[in-house]
């Protein structure tokens, strides 16, 4: 039997990817950051000084895109080839390329397809996954479907808390301009048919926690 789907979308600062894995780890199931492999693609990018504006030769990047990531919530790292890029991929200059190879169509094909393959062969009798077009393109068919969002002073206020390296006004500023360019590609501001939306503007880690299992409860 293939493992029950959990999806998460929603954008930078709502708390997706620690509530996500949270989550997965309560439920005892695996944990997949689609965000992650956005990301690692973005370091490569960097790493081979390809001008990630060019749709191309980011492309081309596929190739020899050899990414692993650990699907254990307790476990959790992203490799290239033989390189650990968990916290490379958090750079803020990995921040600032991402959205531009995430708009690159071959892209998001080729990383749609590993993301299905990847969450149908989890260990697990179920999978978290969680990104920006979980729960309308990479798993429409999910048990459990979710949109976890907040208001965008909550979501900076998050981040800029958790970024220490940057002054909260360049935090803010590189969030907005980022969620800009990512809803232009795909909608995850507004719910879909049949996803639930989790609002947490007022709840603290635990309580949005909460809210998503009551939701796959009430829908498993
Ligand atoms: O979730 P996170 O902020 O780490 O995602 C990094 C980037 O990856 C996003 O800004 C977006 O450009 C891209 N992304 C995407 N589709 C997903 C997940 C992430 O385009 N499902």
């Known amino acids: 039997t293939l493992p029950t789907l959990v999806a998460i979308d929603g954008p930078a600062g709502s708390g997706k990817s620690s509530v996500s894995r949270a989550v ?7 944990y997949l950051d689609t965000g992650a492999a956005y990301r690692a693609l973005a370091w490569l990018a960097l790493d081979r000084k390809t001008d990630q504006t060019q749709a191309d030769a980011v492309t081309a990047l596929l190739k020899d895109f050899d990414y692993s990531i650990g ?13 650990d890029v968990t916290d490379a991929i958090r750079s803020p200059e990995v921040s600032a390329a991402v959205s531009a190879v995430a708009r690159v169509p071959a892209v998001r094909e080729a990383l749609t397809e590993l993301f299905r393959s990847l969450a149908a062969n989890v260990d697990r009798p179920g999978v978290v996954v969680e990104g920006r077009d979980i729960t309308t393109i990479v798993a429409p068919e999910a048990e459990v479907r979710i949109l976890l969002t907040a208001s965008e002073e909550a979501r900076m206020a998050r981040r800029s ?16 301009s980022r969620d ?33 299992i009551d939701v796959y409860h009430t829908r498993t």
């Open 161 to 176: 808390a958790e970024i220490t390296t940057q002054s909260a006004q360049t935090v803010a500023e590189q969030l907005r």
């Open 24 to 30: 997965a780890r309560r439920l005892g199931f695996a």
């Open 71 to 83: 699907t254990d919530p307790d476990e959790y790292f992203v490799t290239v080839g033989q390189t």
């Open 180 to 212: 800009r360019a990512d809803s232009q590609v795909v909608d995850f501001m507004s719910a879909a048919d049949g996803v639930i939306t989790v609002d947490s503007t007022h709840l603290d880690f635990e309580q949005t926690i909460d809210a998503v």
